[in-house]
């Protein structure tokens, strides 16, 4: 009896046991952990989510209805802005589900309407904000004349150039258009950058990507240390004039842009540290790149078979890659590509100022290299007209520790044994060069 007696409260205890734990598992799950945070982890968090999932928390509570504007990193993207909509829903302009066969008319017109939502998003969204600087701001979008709005992303981009950003990004393409001087005249050219003048004492890195960048549009940047331009014509002035309105730029990336043919002619000495010029063109083939002095650049990369000055090695060019080289003192890096495909287009008469052999002309150039530790060279076809650069970088680079060398694919018309044969003669002829460097190595690949 004693022991039955007892049996009653233990089934009573854990029923009251399994109910408490209920509740608990339910107090749980339902309890508002996010809400407790401290402010700028919430912030911290919203900053790595995409912006229209930002401003959705707004609908949580009265307490999250602005929480989204105080955050310094604004990342708005059209693709992502589409992709949160449904594609089963009805037509923007129509207001109809169409039949299959029409699928493609309704496409269009929804995404005209969707992009025109999109345009009242980024407006609405920067009239909401709050908070003095922006830490990292990015406007995503695929500029087309066609609808009509890019007065208003005028407004948008003006609102952003005029405020306390550090890093800003403007992309207004999300494809390659190249080359670019083809577009002038096309609707669906680059972007043009509302007019200024733009000052900025907080803006630190800046890209920009299919627009037209003129440069009387900016007046000085006090604190910009890195410029990356994609796809952008560079309209006027020089690269003189870029560095006076940007005292501390450092690092100035270029990639498919149409450069002006004087662009680089400056008297001057850049305080570049790092230069890359990827797949650039220029106004005229014809030119060669002007004379200025970079005396503490550190990295310099060249994409030759587009930009310009690139290294078919004729006779015309010779002096622009040695004024160039002779610009660096500090180099560490050199990457050089030779294309012999566009070699004909460069036939033409030389000037008297260019009656100089050009077979003897890196013999006679005087010139050393203290820091300049890497080089690359793509294209290598080993003749008349590489053999000599490759020679007078081994007897003049210092601290040379690798030079790589990657070969020409044209076999021109040779024989599979003639070829090889040619490339067994020619790399023994390359490895057996004098080194001012005793832990310079020579690889082909």
Wanted: hydrophobic letters at 35%; one cysteine or more; charged letters at 25%.
């Amino acid at each position: 009896m004693g022991n039955s007696r007892h049996r009653p409260n233990l089934i009573g205890e854990t029923g009251f046991s399994n109910s408490s734990n209920r509740r608990s598992r339910f107090s749980f799950e339902h309890y508002d952990f996010l809400s407790q945070l401290p402010h700028s982890v919430v912030l911290h968090i919203l900053s790595l989510l995409p912006l229209r999932d930002c401003v959705v928390t707004s609908g949580l509570s009265k307490r999250w209805r602005y929480v989204w504007t105080h955050t310094s990193k604004l990342n708005i993207d059209e693709n992502v802005f589409y992709t949160k909509m449904d594609r089963n829903s009805p037509c923007s302009m129509c207001d109809e589900l169409p039949p299959r066969s029409e699928f493609r008319r309704c496409t269009r017109h929804s995404l005209e309407g969707r992009r025109q939502q999109f345009v009242q998003f980024v407006d609405r969204t920067l009239q909401l904000r709050s908070g003095d600087t922006i830490d990292y701001f990015r406007l995503s979008f695929n500029h087309n004349s066609y609808y009509g709005y890019t007065s208003r992303i005028d407004l948008s981009i003006r609102r952003i150039l005029m405020s306390n950003v550090r890093v800003l990004e403007l992309s207004f393409s999300q494809q390659l258009k190249f080359p670019l001087n083809d577009l002038r005249s096309n609707e669906s050219g680059p972007f043009e950058l509302p007019n200024g003048p733009y000052e900025s004492k907080s803006l630190k890195i800046l890209t920009l990507n299919f627009c037209n960048f003129k440069l009387a549009n900016f007046e000085v940047f006090h604190s910009l240390r890195r410029i990356h331009l994609k796809q952008v014509l560079l309209l006027e002035g020089s690269i003189g004039d870029l560095v006076s309105k940007c005292p501390l730029l450092e690092d100035f990336h270029l990639y498919l842009c149409n450069i002006h043919r004087r662009y680089f002619q400056y008297e001057g000495d850049l305080q570049l540290k790092n230069l890359i010029i990827r797949r650039c063109t220029m106004n005229t083939q014809f030119d060669i790149i002007g004379k200025f002095s970079a005396p503490r650049l550190l990295s310099l990369v060249i994409d030759e078979d587009k930009f310009r000055l690139y290294l078919v090695l004729t006779k015309q060019e010779l002096p622009g890659i040695s004024c160039l080289l002779s610009s660096c003192p500090y180099l560490e890096t050199l990457s050089l590509e030779v294309d012999l495909i566009n070699q004909q287009n460069w036939v033409f008469e030389s000037p008297l100022s260019l009656s100089f052999d050009e077979e003897q002309f890196w013999k006679s150039q005087s010139l050393h290299f203290y820091c300049l530790e890497t080089v690359y060279i793509d294209g290598f076809v080993g003749e008349t007209f590489d053999i000599p650069l490759v020679e007078f970088l081994l007897e003049n680079s210092r601290v040379l520790e690798c030079m790589t060398i990657n070969w020409n694919s044209n076999k021109r018309r040779m024989s599979s044994e003639e070829y090889s044969h040619f490339i067994e003669t020619t790399t023994n002829k390359v490895l057996h060069m004098r080194r001012a460097s005793s832990k310079a190595r020579v690889e082909f690949i």
